[in-house]
């Protein structure tokens, strides 16, 4: 079957514009968004009343004087603890999140005692009723389930939790001018909070029951950064998505009957992508959950006409959980299923490059920057080898897969539309893999291996370029000398058609470099060229058109504008270009596990050892 991206039309990007007004995807609740802003208010409040003596005179201040005077710390600290749990649980509520409105319901009446102990202030009490009025009655529309969750989360809230209450303690200790006993240094407060924190006095010392008032206020800061932090180590995991073997034996077996409609689909096989069916069974979604975005890649897999199915899953499982849906590097074919059936909208987001192997060849004046770099690489004395990944021993491959480890040039691996994740995997035989060789005086770790390039299949005539790794001491040109040595030798493969990188924006940037191009053209363009310095967007686009492919429109869809800052950050977090995570130190990092043993491999290893 033909995997041929269809001519764009023209109405693709605004095809969901005309109906996005009838069906609309999932949408945050404007009662849960407001309510969730409202909380956030409330918690600063809380946090105000806390920490600023000044908060605390009002027309109840002298009726409240005959309250007990152990009263004020305590109040204090339980103001401060309620504001700040009320802050991180705002994200939450906008969201619908159950679990965050169970918690908002316990502390907005602390809150509001708080509030009356502390500040004697009845205003405080009436507005933190408020909100707890609509939330009680708009309980129905909290019902969204947690977000899949590891416990690296318990590490981030610790730093990032200590870190803020570092700030907010040094606010706290230097609150109370009036009441400071000399002139403290800054070293002197932030020791005081330091030992704040663990329950402990410290250097800086108040008049009256200012001291208690703090120390108690420091105390609750220090309780709720353990606390969370120990909730969050401790409570059970929603580990993030991973593949089931049966699920990607059924993936497979979909690939095996639709694989050469998209040349993204065998990216489907990562192990770190979940995957929802249709109710047929006949197509699937795979996608990734990445702060709150439930980022698809690439078209559903399988039948087209099953693809509606599995679509409709998808939106359902964003909206039970409040994920903000998405899908990046979509055919146009999979961009018009998708407005069509779920009314959100769709923008080009780039091109891919699709080199048909019966119409390439290095003659052509086109050809000669590439033809000539490749002659001067073979005259040095590099020779390649294009390989299924089957036809390769144990111990090259073993060293291939190292190879390809330690000339990776960031920490984390980068690539998630466009990336298996993994190399010579024993369930990815059909993977094609080309490698450079240079004999040396002084041969490597990796013997005379001096360059790798990685393509997966693309149904039963196509290969899709996944990785290109080199020696960073070998020759410039190994990506060229590969991709042409896959090209010539793709016919001895059956292969009849390669995909190789998709090129962000490449439209704009080809417009935008000719001549009579308007200024705001030409203005994209420079800002695209600018932002290259680090995510390389003319630079992959220019390597690509060295050999004359056939460009291919890829599609972002997506449910709002305003959705748009969001899903770029989780773009880059998905494909590693933004790290979030506190990653652990090189030398302390395990090495890559071993691949997942295939059932018909190793059967085939022991026949061929008996």
């Known amino acids: 079957m033909s995997g041929k991206v269809p001519q764009r039309s023209p109405q693709v990007g605004h095809l969901s514009s005309r109906v996005r007004n009838v069906l609309r995807g999932p949408r945050p609740e404007a009662v849960p968004v407001l309510l969730g802003r409202a909380c956030a208010l409330v918690g600063l409040l809380d946090v105000a009343a806390g920490v600023f003596p000044r908060f605390r005179h009002s027309r109840m201040h002298a009726i409240a004087e005959v309250l007990p005077g152990a009263t004020g710390p305590f109040a204090a600290a339980l103001s401060l603890g309620a504001g700040v749990l009320l802050l991180l649980l705002a994200h939450g509520l906008k969201r619908g999140k159950r679990r965050a409105w169970r918690a908002a319901v316990v502390l907005l009446p602390a809150g509001a005692v708080a509030q009356f102990t502390y500040r004697h202030s009845v205003i405080g009490v009436l507005i933190s009723l408020a909100l707890l009025a609509p939330l009680l009655r708009h309980r129905d529309q909290f019902a969204a389930l947690p977000d899949p969750r590891s416990r690296w989360r318990a590490l981030a809230n610790f730093v990032l939790m200590g870190a803020g209450s570092l700030a907010l303690g040094l606010v706290i200790v230097s609150a109370h001018p009036k009441t400071l006993v000399g002139d403290p240094s800054l070293a002197d407060r932030i020791t005081h909070v330091l030992y704040g924190l663990f329950g402990f006095e410290g250097p800086v010392d108040y008049q009256g029951t200012t001291s208690w008032t703090v120390a108690f206020s420091l105390g609750a800061l220090g309780l709720l950064t353990a606390i969370t932090t120990i909730y969050l ?21 979909l690939l095996a009957r639709h694989g050469g409609r998209d040349s993204l689909g065998h990216f489907a096989l990562r192990r770190d992508k979940a995957v ?15 702060s709150g975005v439930m980022l698809a890649s690439g078209d559903p897999i399988g039948d087209v006409e099953a693809w509606p199915g599995a679509i409709e899953r998808f939106m359902d499982e964003a909206k ?14 999979g961009a018009e299923v998708w407005t069509r059936e779920t009314g959100l909208d769709a923008l080009e987001l780039g091109d891919e490059a699709v080199v048909d192997v019966p119409d390439f060849s290095l003659t052509g004046r086109a050809m000669r ?21 089957r036809d390769l021993g144990e111990t090259e491959l073993e060293r291939i897969r190292q190879a390809a480890e330690d000339w990776r040039g960031t920490d984390t691996e980068r690539g998630f539309s466009m990336a298996l994740g993994r190399v010579g995997d024993p369930s990815d035989g059909d993977c094609l893999i080309a490698t450079a060789h240079k004999a040396d005086d002084e041969p490597g770790p990796y013997g005379d291996l001096k360059a790798i390039l990685h393509f997966v299949p693309w149904g039963t005539d196509g290969v899709s370029l996944d990785l290109m790794r080199r020696d960073r001491a070998a020759d410039p040109g190994m990506n060229e000398l590969l991709i042409v040595a896959a090209l010539q030798a793709s016919p001895r493969f059956d292969i009849a058609r390669v995909s190789l990188n998709f090129a962000m924006f490449r439209s704009a940037l080809a417009r935008g470099e000719k001549i009579g191009a308007g200024p705001v053209l030409r203005a994209w363009r420079g800002l695209l060229v600018f932002l290259s310095r680090w995510f390389q967007i003319e630079s992959l686009y220019k390597f690509n058109a060295k050999f004359q492919p056939r460009w291919e429109p890829r599609f972002v869809v997506y449910r709002a504008s305003a959705d748009l800052p969001r899903l770029g950050l989780a773009a880059m977090q998905a494909e590693g270009f933004v790290n979030m995570a506190l990653p652990l130190p090189r030398f302390l990092r395990r090495r890559t596990a071993a691949p997942r043993p295939c059932a018909h491999r190793v059967a085939e290893r022991d026949v061929r050892a008996a």
């Open 320 to 333: 039970a959980h409040s994920w903000t849906p998405a899908v990046m590097g979509c055919s146009e074919t």
């Open 369 to 389: 920057n590439v033809r000539q770099m490749v002659k001067r690489i073979e005259r040095a004395g590099y020779e390649t080898r294009v390989r299924r990944v």
């Open 276 to 290: 929802i069916f249709s109710p047929s069974g006949k197509a699937a979604v795979t996608y990734r959950v990445v």
């Open 233 to 253: 180590a401790f409570r059970p995991e929603h580990p993030a998505a991973a593949l089931t073997e049966d699920d990607e034996a059924r993936l497979r077996a």
